[in-house]
Structures are given as structure tokens and as C-alpha cells.
């Protein structure tokens, strides 16, 4: 099975060198590596070329933003199945493809795991887990999904359902996500933690942005005929340090 792992970036010099060393690293060996970078002005590009023996598709203009950019990346796609790695995030463990991969072994259409929020300036220190442990559909009307840095479909669903849509700033991967699930896309968990993400991000940047993206949540549900509210996102918080987030290491 062909696995492709996009990565988007720009002007991402200061992190990304981790984001290809962890794929570089992985034990499995049949990965398609693509970059789609948005027109850099820093060393991102120099950085990039260090690893051009790895890099099976580099991409580099200006774009719509992140989603226009992972669209992009997915429509150069041949792999079986596709996957996002941002160039803030790297891989937890060089088998972490390889725990995907038997994911899939069991026919599913969608694999995910869990994820690890990492310090921005000290990536070895951890913050907190993102535990998919208790990811039902049902509470997706609450604001729940699964990590997306983790979060690996087959290509197939994409040309099937769709791509990530654009009239989306913080949460059009919720909308995926709530999408490809609702029209019945079969799903599973590996129970391991597979990526490392440094904590930060437009949507989770301060109380203006955490309402815009609330109202996306809300928004995406409904296009997808499933029931919720503001009030209903908004309990989001609590319901997740009471029983999402795991507090115990991995």
C-alpha cells in the first residue's frame, strides 16, 4: 500500500527541518513524500532541497491558503491512501507510518491516532496528549473530531466526497472529516501516539478566533445534516478536560 504524505508550508524555516527528518526516518517503505509550498521568502526552500532525493513532488507558488495548498498536494496524490503533515509537526516515531498502515489492514477507509502537543520553542517537552480514544460520530455535534495531523483516508474519498473547501478559515477539515464520516466512510483507531505537534496555530490563537471557529463547527454540521448549536459547540471545553484529553503519559 502507497502512502502519500503532504506537507504545506511557508516561509516555515524555522521548523521544517524537523517535519523531513521524521519522514525520512520512517521504517516504511513505500511512502510518496510531497511538498506544496506556498511561495517561501525564507531558507524554506534551501532547507527543502537538502532532502530532494526524498521528495517525490515539491510544489512551490503562491496558493489560497493552507487548504487550497493541501488540495493541491492531494490532487498530485497516487497514493492509496493520503495524509497531511504540516511543516510544525513530525512524525513521533520512525514507525508511525507503519502503524497506519496496519490500520488499514482491516479494510477501513479512514485511519487515525493519537497526537502529542509539544512546546513551540522546545519540541521535546511535552504539553498535552490528544487522545482519539473516545471519538464517536455522535459528538462531532459537540465540536469533537480527531486529530488531523494523524487523521490518514484513502485517496479514493477525495474524488468520491470531495476536497477540503475553501469558504472555510479555521475548520475546513472538521468539515471533511464530518463529510467523509456521514456518507458512511468506515473508520479506525491505532491506539499509538504518531505525531508530535508544536503548540500554536490560528485556531487556537486567541478568543476571537476560538468563536470564529466555533461558528465553522456549527456551519459545517448543518451542511452536513448534523444537528447543533453555538450552545452546543460551546461545551466543547469543559467535555474535554473532563474525558478527551488523556492526562496519564504514553
Sequence with gaps: MKVSIITVCYNSAATIEDT??????????????????????????????????????????????????????????TGDVVGILNSDDFFTTENSISQIAVGFASGDDVVFADLKYVKQNNP????????????????????????HPTFYAKRSLFNQFGFYKLGYRVAADFELMARFFLQGAKYSRVDEVIVS?????????????????????????KENKLYTNLALVAMKLPFKLLSFFKKEKK
Excluded at 515539491?58 to 495548498?69: C, K, T, V
Excluded at 498535552?128 to 455535534?141: D, H, I, P, Q
Design 197 to 221: 505537534m508544536r503548540e500554536g496555530g490560528i485556531s487556537s490563537s486567541g478568543l476571537k478566533w476560538r468563536i470564529h471557529q466555533n461558528a465553522e463547527i456549527v456551519r459545517a454540521c
Design 124 to 147: 521535546s517537552e511535552l504539553s498535552r496528549l490528544y487522545s482519539s480514544a473516545n471519538f464517536s460520530l455522535w459528538k462531532m455535534r459537540f465540536g469533537f473530531m480527531v486529530p
Design 20 to 77: 523531513l527528518k521524521s519522514v525520512v526516518a520512517q521504517t516504511y517503505d513505500n511512502i510518496e513524500y510531497i511538498i506544496v509550498d506556498g511561495g517561501s521568502k525564507d531558507e524554506t526552500l534551501a532547507i527543502v532541497e537538502k532532502y530532494n532525493e526524498h521528495i517525490d513532488v515539491l510544489i512551490s507558488e503562491p496558493d489560497n491558503g493552507i487548504y487550497d495548498a493541501m488540495n493541491k498536494g492531494i490532487k498530485v496524490a
